[in-house]
């Protein structure tokens, strides 16, 4: 690992300066993602900003039709809190997934969005549940769609001053219902390859479905939401056929990168079929659900 100047931050408005200093500057959070790129000499920053110590950024809360999770709350605090638990399953499910117990309790779930990770577990959950993250720059605050935050590999829409402040959950109809699974070789330290997030809501025949939502991660150079396959199966109801055209959805959105193990049409038929399997579940939990 290379050397670089460690800073600690008393304040986001004291981050948001220093960010702005014009030098390769980072956010250090749980650390979890970047210090390992560090140590494994893919990335060079010129100096690390810690805001661990920043007051008033780690919390869950309800408000207005909407939860609350300050940059700073760690993945355990979220898949544990009653409140996710409850009103936000699909995502405490997700995070389950994640490394094993004790990045989990390191790792915070605004640094795992700002480290912009394609493998990652909490991001697909969160952008079929409509996420919106809330940044702070030198130009003052700014709000931004989970499903376009994503740029490309380990990159987001973030300028170089802002720093992420907030998640937004909308909390979704009591009668949606969602399931999260991936691929995995090994368990605990595998990536996503795919990572599949579906919510559906049905109509009051629990048949009909009203909405579906679909999160992907470990399918290219960044997670996104499969807004096509959303939009063809509203007002549908589960069928053999309807499950194979999301599968050639998915196939023919996706853009994997080939990797020694995986060409890139095992992984197209990979993510067709677990995304047919999510998809199925959720269905299921939202017509059994009362």
Do not use: W
């Amino acid at each position: 690992m290379q050397s670089f100047e460690y800073l600690e931050a008393k304040s986001l408005e004291e981050v948001v300066q220093t960010l702005a200093s014009g030098e390769e500057v980072r956010v250090l959070a749980g650390g979890c993602g970047i210090l390992l790129l560090m140590k494994q000499n893919l990335y060079f920053p010129q100096a690390l900003v810690n805001i661990k110590k920043i007051p008033g950024l780690k919390y869950i809360e309800q408000d207005n039709g909407v939860v609350r999770i300050g940059t700073l709350a760690t993945h355990n605090e979220v898949k544990g809190t009653l409140l996710v638990e409850e009103k936000l399953p699909l995502l405490s499910e997700a995070l389950s997934y994640v490394a094993t117990n004790r990045i989990r309790n390191m790792a915070t779930i605004g640094g795992t969005l700002a480290h912009a990770d394609p493998t990652s577990d909490a991001a697909p959950a969160l952008l079929a549940l409509e996420a919106r993250v809330v940044v702070m720059g030198s130009q003052g605050e700014r709000e931004i769609e989970l499903a376009a935050f994503f740029k490309d590999y380990f990159e987001t829409v973030l300028e170089p001053s802002e720093v992420l402040k907030e998640i937004i959950v909308p909390l979704p109809p009591e009668t949606a219902k969602g399931f999260y699974t991936r691929f995995e070789v090994r368990k605990a330290m595998d990536k996503a390859m795919p990572g599949v997030a579906v919510l559906i809501d049905l109509a009051e025949d629990k048949k009909t479905i009203r909405t579906a939502r679909i999160g992907l991660s470990g399918v290219g150079n960044c997670c996104l939401r499969l807004e096509e396959a959303e939009q063809f199966l509203a007002g549908k109801e589960d069928h053999p056929d309807i499950r194979q055209k999301i599968g050639d959805i998915i196939k023919a959105t996706i853009d994997p990168v080939e990797e020694y193990h995986f060409t890139v049409d095992y992984k197209k038929q990979i993510a067709a079929v677990f995304l047919q399997r999510v998809f199925a579940e959720a269905y299921s939990r939202a017509s059994s659900s009362s």
